[in-house]
Every structure is written in C-alpha cells, then in structure tokens.
C-alpha cells in the first residue's frame, strides 16, 4: 500500500525521472543514457496497473486502432502492434475507462474527450464541422487581441521590467481562449473575465488533487470539492456569456469578434445541442487548454529569440532576427511553422495520454535490447503513453534530443511530426487552431519590430528545448515541472523591447 502511494506521488512530483529510475537498460555508454528509455516500463499509480509506454511506434499503434472504428470500416487485423505498421484490432484501447476517475466529474457528459467508438466518432465529425470555418474567421481577431495585449497598460507583457515569460504568457493564453471562445477581453469585462478564469483554475486543481475526497464543512473545503463546486457554476456562465455574444452579434454596428459557437446555441444552425456547446466551451476555455497554450508559447518564445546556434552568440544571432529578415513570406511562414513544430516535438506541452485496455494483447517492443523481446499488457490495464520520450525516440528521428530548427521545413524529407496533440480518431480537436495561434502571435510580435531579451541558464530547461542533449534526469526533475503541463520550475525572466534593427 506504502509503496503504491509513494509511487503515485513520485510520478506526480517528476514524470521523467520516474520512468528513468526504472530504467532496465544496461548503463554502459552514459552519453546515450537519456536517449535510450525502455520501450514500456511498469508500475501501479491511483491503485492502477499501469504500462508506461515511451516508444513513438507502440504509442501510434494505440492510438491509431480505433481510427475508423466508430465507423466500423475496418476488419480487425493482427493482434499485435509491430514496427512493420500492422495495427492492432480496433478498439483494443480506450480512452474513457482511462480518464472517467481523474476526469468525469469534471468534464460531464456531454464530452468528446471521454468519448469513445460511435458516439466519439458522431461527435468529432460534428465538431470538426464547426471548427472548419473557425480558424479563418478567429485568426483576424487573434492578431487584434496580440496587438491589444502589447499594447494595453493593464496588459501581461510589461515595457518598462523585466517579467516571467510563462507569467505573462499564461495571462496572454486567457486573453485568446476567453477572447475567441467567448468575446470577453480582461480590460472591458474585468469581472466576468477574473471570475471565469479563477473558476476554470479551481477546476483544474481539483481535478488533479491527490486528495479524492469531496469534502466541504464550514471554513474549508478540499481542492476536489471547490473543483466540483466549479464546474457547477461555469456551465450556467457559460451560457450567460454566449448567449450574451449571440445578442450582440445581432447588432448591426457588431463586427465578426463573437464566439464562433454562440449562433450555433441560438440558431441551432451547426447541428450541435445548447448542451454540447456549453459544454464543450468550458473545454475550449479550460485551464488544461490554457496552460497548454501557455506551455507551448514559452518554448517557442525561448526558441526564436533566446536560442543561439553555437556560430552565431551574438543578437542577430537569433531565430526571430533570421525570420524577420526574409523578404519571401512563404519563406518566412515555412521557417516559423519548422520551428514551432520541432518545439512541440521536444517540448510537447501534455507530457502524455491515457488509455485502458480492454482486451490482453502483445506488443512487439521494437527497440534494443533484445529485438525479439515482447510485452503483455493484460485487459483491464492501463497504457499511459509518455510523449516526452516518444518525441525523441532514436529509432524514428535522427538527432532525436537536438533542437533543429529547420527539421520540418517543408521540402525536407516527410517526417514523423511527434505526437504533442496525440494522433488517431482522437487527435487533438484545437491543434490547427493552435498552431495558426502561435504562428500568427509571433508573425505580429515580428510586424510590430518587438523582441524578447533574456537567459537561460538551467540545465533541465536547457534539455526541455533539446538546446543541451548531454542527458540529465535530474537535471530535468529539479528545473522542470511537468504536470498539469510543463514549464519551467523558476521564472525566466525576459524583457520586451522594441528590435534596434527596426
Ligand atoms: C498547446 C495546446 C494544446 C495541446 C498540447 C493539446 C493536446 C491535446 C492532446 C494530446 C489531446 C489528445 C487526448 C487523447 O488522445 O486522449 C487533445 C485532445 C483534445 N483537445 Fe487539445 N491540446 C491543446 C489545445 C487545445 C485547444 C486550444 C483546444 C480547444 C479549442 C483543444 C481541444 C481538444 C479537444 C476537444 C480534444 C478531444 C479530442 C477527442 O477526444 O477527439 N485543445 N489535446
């Protein structure tokens, strides 16, 4: 019992270093140490069993056999994931046995991230209809609320001092996810702004409470009962503020900055319920989404302009400064797309995703030692998916811990992108969203002749970005926090100043 708590704690405190203390690989050749984490390791984590799986074939394989199986297109084919690309019969894993403990009481029905089979398949092809015409219409507005943000004395990136870049960028996330989801903007509806962010906060903190109790008596409650009490209160704000949207979109002097879903709650014009998209956009503004989004904006900030390649230390040295000077636009979106996706690769945000099995079955481990070597994972099992290590699995990307920033450009041999948005029927729903978000926020950070100035000494964050591959556990353990998302353990501290070059 001891052990199954200290387990559940030591993985929560560093999923990295918990998966390499038990580590079965012969320690001869120290420099490939970190490079080389065992296809699949095993451990009981919340009373679970649980096969934590770090090679990108095994996690594709899982993710990928329900692919077309809410359709029931496929036959089931061989019952083992090889390196051969055989996939395993569909829906020998799934998503919502894994997460109803940490997730149901959180994210009620109706919603598509426990859903599995049919009913997951009817919804994502709902969804992915309404988001078709998302992007194009939010992309406008992301630039505005950029330029806002830049701009506005009360904003999160100050002028005049040096601030926490994850801080600040954490602010600038609810700013887009609450400004596009449900027109609401931090300096104009203050209150409703603070109250949505503070309720989807307690949210997440309950939901990832150790503690699995729901206990409220006078003077305190748990972090599990204010998450509930959260979750109570956000569905009916959340209709609140898109109703509200769906009112002044009908003004004539309103131009297209409403949420996109809130005439779809109206009009019941997208073919999803009032319910579904209540629901579903307090996900859309949740703060998985935003630390998410923060996560993955950190890195790409320290990547364009704190990264140096070893010939050039000096200024211009920088990612943002060789961007900036491509007179080519496709040039320069195809150089901020490469970096933002070999980003993701070795910082993927999520650290990984969950899924139960519901049949036993074999996997063909496909890595050293021993190539013929294969692991069961018995029905009922869980296989959490560790994309950390599959993101830099030397078996399918060359140079698999080094930040290369032109990796992805296109022209460049098809590669494998790295699983940060999962992969499969259940591939993250807002991936594009987030990857025009992320281009368009440094496109206009660039327009505007603005740059980050800054450091980065520690080790573990150093790894994080792939700029030091000589491998460190601990390194990564002591500077790195890794759940809900990962950042940075201590501020890094940068300062906004306009480029010397404009
Ligand atoms: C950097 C930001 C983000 C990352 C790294 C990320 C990552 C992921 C991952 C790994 C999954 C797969 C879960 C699984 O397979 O079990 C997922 C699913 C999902 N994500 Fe994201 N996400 C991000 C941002 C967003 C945003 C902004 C939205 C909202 C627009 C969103 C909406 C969803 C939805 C609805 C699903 C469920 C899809 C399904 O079950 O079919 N995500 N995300």
Redesign the pocket.
């Known amino acids: 019992m001891a052990s199954r708590i200290t387990q559940s704690l030591t993985f929560h405190q560093s999923p990295g270093s918990f998966i390499f203390d038990r580590s079965q690989w012969p320690d001869s050749d120290d420099t490939t140490r970190a490079e080389r984490i065992p296809p699949v390791v095993t451990a009981e984590i919340l009373n679970r069993n649980v096969h934590i799986v770090s090679s990108y074939r095994l996690c594709k394989a899982i993710?990928t056999c329900n692919e077309t199986s809410g359709a029931r297109e496929a036959e089931p084919s061989s019952g083992d994931a090889r390196l051969d690309g055989q996939k395993l019969p569909p829906d020998t894993f799934t998503?919502g046995p894994a997460?109803e403990q940490l997730m149901a009481a959180f994210f009620p029905p109706p919603d598509?991230?426990l859903?599995d089979g049919k009913s997951?398949h009817e919804?994502?092809n709902k969804?992915k209809t309404s988001?078709a015409g998302l992007i194009e219409n939010c992309i406008p507005h992301v630039e505005i609320l950029t330029r806002q943000a830049l701009n506005l004395q009360i904003g999160p990136f100050p002028r005049d001092r040096p601030f926490d870049l994850y801080e600040a960028l954490k602010d600038f996330a609810w700013d887009l996810?609450l400004g596009v989801?449900l027109g609401l903007r931090r300096d104009t509806n203050k209150k409703n702004f603070g109250e949505i962010v503070s309720r989807q906060e307690d949210l997440l903190r309950g939901q990832f409470s150790l503690f699995p109790v729901a206990l409220s008596v006078p003077f305190w409650s748990s972090a599990r009962s204010r998450g509930l009490k959260a979750v109570r209160n956000l569905g009916p704000a959340m209709r609140k503020h898109l109703n509200h949207q769906w009112e002044r979109s009908q003004q004539p002097s309103e131009s297209g900055q409403s949420c996109p879903f809130a005439h779809g709650i109206k009009a019941g014009s997208s073919g999803l319920s009032e319910e579904e998209i209540v629901s579903?956009t307090r996900?859309?503004t949740s703060s998985i989404?935003n630390k998410?989004?923060a996560?993955?904006l950190t890195a790409y900030f320290m990547n364009m302009f704190l990264w140096r390649d070893s010939e050039h230390q000096h200024d211009e040295g920088s990612l943002a400064s060789l961007v900036a000077s491509q007179a080519d636009p496709d040039t320069r979106h195809s150089m901020l797309s490469s970096i933002l996706l070999e980003t993701?690769r070795l910082s993927?945000?999520?650290v990984?995703?969950?899924?139960r099995s519901m049949e036993t079955v074999k996997l063909e481990q496909d890595m050293a030692p021993d190539e013929s070597s294969s692991h069961t994972i018995p029905a009922g099992h869980d296989a959490w998916l560790y994309?950390v290590a599959a993101n830099r699995d030397p078996s399918v990307f060359k140079d698999p811990g080094e930040f290369r920033w032109d990796r992805f450009m296109s022209g460049e041999t098809s590669q494998d992108l790295g699983?940060?948005?999962?992969?499969?029927?259940?591939?993250?729903?807002?991936?594009d969203?987030?990857h025009q978000?992320c281009i368009t926020v440094m496109h206009t950070l660039l327009d505007c002749g603005l740059k980050i100035e800054g450091r980065v000494e520690e080790a573990g964050v150093k790894q994080w970005l792939g700029w030091d591959r000589s491998p460190s556990p601990e390194a990564m353990a002591r500077d790195l926090k890794q759940l809900p998302?990962q950042k940075p353990r201590r501020p890094v501290m940068v300062t906004l100043c306009r480029n010397s070059m404009e």
């Open positions: 993710l998503a997460y598509i991230l859903q997951h919804s994502k969804w988001f996810l989801f579903h996900l859309f989404a998410a989004l996560s993955l993701a993927p945000p999520v990984g995703v969950m899924r994309f699983l940060a948005f999962g992969a499969g029927c259940k591939t993250c729903l807002g991936a969203l987030t978000i998302c």
